[in-house]
T-cell receptor, first 109, second 113 residues
Framework: QKEVEQNSGPLSVPEGAIASLNCTYS??????FFWYRQYSGKSPELIMF????GDKEDGRFTAQLNKASQYVSLLIRDSQPSDSATYLC?????????FGSGTKLNVKP | NAGVTQTPKFRILKIGQSMTLQCTQD?????MYWYRQDPGMGLKLIYY???????DKGEVPNGYNVSRSTTEDFPLRLELAAPSQTSVYFC????????????FGPGTRLTVT
């Protein structure tokens, strides 16, 4: 069974701090990895994707992938209260996406 | 350009009833997906389609059926509804190329009592 694991949280950080969200996956055949943000009662929206080992930066967000450790992370710099949401990690393999249960992030003003 | 639309937004079904959740996209995407999301959980793939006439099972297909007669539409059929099918259902589409970014619809909240 292909699994994606995330700490459910909540992860609480003060405004302006760095939030670090982590994800592990079980299927070594996974080809690419995605981070989605989901506000309560809304649909998921894509923040970033990554498919190569290393770091990928986009504005305040940095995704990190370590295929040897089967580990994906998302760093949010200068966290804002508007970043408070649930963050879903997903792994993609042969037309299918496998989602973790999400980490709830609270950014305190 | 409406993106991905889903109807209805909310529905209450009695046990044993059937219904069809509608999903339409206007982005000419070949790939379409149906997910369910239970409270506090991630998304589970029910069925997906890589093009008109082609569908395949995801992680949790039991109790559901799909069809894909056009590129735009991907309806999900629930037969003999059960309380375990109480969930929020999301439809998504993607080009299937490059980043494989999925565009999600607003969801359908279904309660089976």
């Amino acid at each position: 069974q292909k699994e994606v694991e995330q700490n459910s949280g909540p992860l609480s950080v003060p405004e302006g701090a760095i939030a670090s969200l982590n994800c592990t996956y079980s299927d070594r055949g996974s080809q690419s990895f995605f981070w989605y943000r989901q506000y309560s009662g809304k649909s998921p929206e894509l923040i970033m994707f990554i498919y190569s080992n290393g770091d990928k930066e986009d504005g305040r967000f940095t995704a990190q992938l370590n295929k040897a450790s089967q580990y994906v992370s998302l760093l949010i710099r200068d966290s804002q209260p508007s970043d408070s949401a649930t963050y879903l990690c997903a792994a993609y393999n042969f037309n299918k996406f496998y989602f973790g249960s999400g980490t709830k992030l609270n950014v305190k003003p | 350009n409406a993106g991905v639309t889903q109807t209805p937004k909310f529905r209450i079904l009695k046990i044993g009833q059937s219904m069809t959740l509608q999903c339409t996209q206007d982005m000419n995407h070949n790939y379409m997906y149906w997910y369910r999301q239970d409270p506090g959980m991630g998304l589970k793939l029910i069925y997906y389609s890589v093009g008109a006439g082609i569908t395949d099972k995801g992680e949790v297909p039991n109790g559901y059926n799909v069809s894909r007669s056009t590129t735009e539409d991907f309806p999900l059929r629930l037969e003999l509804a059960a309380p375990s099918q109480t969930s929020v259902y999301f439809c998504a589409s993607s080009t299937g190329k490059g980043a494989y970014e999925q565009y999600f619809g607003p969801g359908t909240r279904l309660t089976v009592t």
